[in-house]
């Protein structure tokens, strides 16, 4: 075995990489399957809406508080630091502008999500995955309730619903922590302030792009929870290594997700 | 189905969430300014807008008077036709000029509208006669090095 050595562990190496490689594909096409069938099957979770509220108030309500002190802050200190910038140029009257860009366009739909993912994602994928440990989700099979529908849909379309409006919220409270900071605390004028934010911020152009936004990743971050707890291992580890997997592929499709959406939006033609 | 306390608090939280897109619609983004002013439509010929964008202020004495609504191109007198919307609250007479400017060294480019002595007012969609175009960087600074050059000609002549 010693002159086949190297050639035989190459060839385990080769061996083991195909293999990932083709369950990974497997799973990926697991997991659009998953979402189709969620997506046919998902009229209880629209009929009996009850459901979905419940699984709303655990997945948004629930997230309002990170979500509204985290926008405070970031706003604050994107005033602080580009006042920092903008007064090199003597424009610290553009202060406006700035904090208001970057929160709808960007920073509004990319940090709520990804806060959203590892407060409510996790929380879902945990939930989820704890119900398939325990026998629960089979348990249902057995008594002829579906699952996918009854668990997985309102689950899935409660972090739809959640994710736009706590975005918008998100950039709501950071616009205002920003005005905190740039009026009462280091003295911008205050007409200034709004009036170039109201000018160069665009209805179509910026904020409804940032919905559209925060809609999409509401739903990459809700397929992936829910994804991962149904196809987590029922065991404690298992549950452990899903709810951990949700938080690193959310937090990575949403950051991949944006660099596409911002290059579709925002780089299209207007020449801004 | 019944009622019960996670409801009222589901439902503070989209009324919440469509408050804050709300805010960001009309506070930030400015959706309510103008729409529901009246205003009338001034045209304007100018040989060079230079950056001037859409929605751009039009300012007289520095006060926002109206915004600019459409830039076309006129394709028999090659010039730019800049409409702009002025509030019906102001006035101006018929042989106002009307200047591209810029607020700042790099800030945006807006209009500027200086009144003239005519005692006919403007109406919805009368021409402003008067305009002078936006300053081109290049072309002052060209200007500028022809100017030298031909000043360098003219002491080389007088040394001859």
């Given at each position: 075995m010693a002159e086949g050595g190297p050639v035989a562990?190459?060839?385990?190496?080769?061996?083991?990489?195909?293999?990932?490689?083709?369950?990974?594909?497997?799973?990926?096409?697991?997991?659009?399957?998953?979402?189709?069938?969620?997506?046919?099957?998902?009229?209880?979770?629209?009929?009996?809406?009850?459901?979905?509220?419940r699984e709303i108030y655990f997945a948004g309500v629930l997230s309002l508080i990170i979500i509204l002190i985290s926008g405070l802050f970031v706003g604050m200190v994107l005033g602080l630091q580009g006042y920092e910038t903008l007064q090199r140029y003597g424009?610290?009257?553009?202060?406006?502008?700035?904090?208001?860009?970057s929160l709808v366009r960007e920073l509004?739909?990319?940090?709520?999500?990804?806060?959203?993912?590892?407060?409510?994602?996790?929380?879902?994928?945990?939930?989820?995955?704890l119900m398939k440990a325990t026998e629960q989700i089979a348990a249902m099979e057995m008594m002829a309730v579906d699952p996918i529908a009854r668990v997985v849909a309102p689950r899935f379309?409660?972090?739809?619903?959640?994710?736009?409006?706590?975005?918008?919220?998100?950039?709501?409270?950071?616009?205002?922590?920003?005005?905190?900071?740039?009026?009462?605390?280091?003295?911008?004028?205050?007409?200034?302030?709004?009036?170039?934010?109201?000018?160069?911020?665009?209805?179509?152009e910026d904020i409804l792009n940032g919905v559209i936004k925060s809609i999409v990743f509401g739903i990459a971050v809700s397929w992936i929870a829910v994804f991962e707890g149904y196809d987590a291992p029922p065991t404690a580890e298992g549950v452990s290594g899903a709810t951990t997997r949700t938080v690193v592929t959310s937090s990575l499709a949403i950051l991949a997700l944006d660099f596409v959406l911002t290059a579709l939006m925002f780089t299209g033609g207007n020449g801004r | 189905m019944k009622r019960s306390t996670i409801d009222a608090w589901v439902g503070a939280f989209v009324a919440l969430g469509l408050a804050g897109l709300l805010f960001l619609a009309l506070k930030v983004g400015n959706l309510?300014?103008?729409?529901?002013?009246?205003?009338?439509?001034?045209?304007?010929?100018?040989?060079?807008?230079?950056?001037?964008?859409?929605?751009?202020?039009?300012?007289?004495?520095?006060?926002?008077?109206?915004?600019?609504?459409?830039?076309?191109?006129?394709?028999?007198?090659?010039?730019?036709?800049?409409?702009?919307?002025?509030?019906?609250?102001?006035?101006?007479?018929?042989?106002?000029?009307?200047?591209?400017?810029?607020?700042?060294?790099?800030?945006?480019?807006?209009?500027?509208?200086?009144?003239?002595?005519?005692?006919?007012?403007?109406?919805?969609?009368?021409?402003?006669?008067?305009?002078?175009?936006?300053?081109?960087?290049?072309?002052?600074?060209?200007?500028?090095?022809?100017?030298?050059?031909?000043?360098?000609?003219?002491?080389?002549?007088?040394?001859?």
């Open positions: 562990d190459l060839r385990q190496g080769l061996e083991r990489l195909g293999r990932t490689f083709t369950a990974k594909i497997w799973r990926l096409g697991f997991a659009a399957r998953f979402l189709a069938y969620l997506v046919l099957h998902s009229g209880v979770a629209l009929r009996r809406f009850g459901l979905t509220i424009s610290s009257e553009a202060l406006g502008i700035l904090v208001a860009l509004g739909p990319v940090v709520a999500g990804l806060l959203f993912a590892s407060r409510a994602g996790s929380a879902i994928t945990a939930e989820i995955g379309w409660a972090g739809v619903i959640s994710m736009p409006l706590l975005a918008a919220l998100f950039s709501a409270m950071g616009i205002f922590g920003g005005y905190l900071v740039a009026v009462p605390l280091i003295g911008v004028d205050q007409g200034a302030f709004w009036s170039q934010m109201q000018a160069s911020v665009d209805v179509r | 309510a300014s103008f729409s529901t002013d009246q205003t009338y439509q001034v045209l304007a010929k100018f040989a060079n807008i230079g950056g001037l964008k859409v929605r751009a202020p039009v300012k007289s004495a520095g006060v926002v008077v109206g915004r600019v609504a459409e830039v076309r191109f006129d394709n028999e007198t090659y010039e730019a036709i800049v409409t702009l919307n002025l509030s019906a609250r102001f006035q101006f007479p018929k042989d106002t000029a009307a200047k591209i400017l810029t607020s700042g060294l790099l800030g945006e480019q807006y209009v500027g509208l200086e009144a003239g002595g005519d005692g006919v007012m403007l109406k919805n969609g009368d021409r402003l006669r008067l305009t002078q175009s936006a300053v081109v960087l290049e072309n002052l600074i060209s200007q500028f090095l022809f100017s030298k050059a031909a000043e360098g000609k003219d002491e080389k002549g007088a040394k001859k």
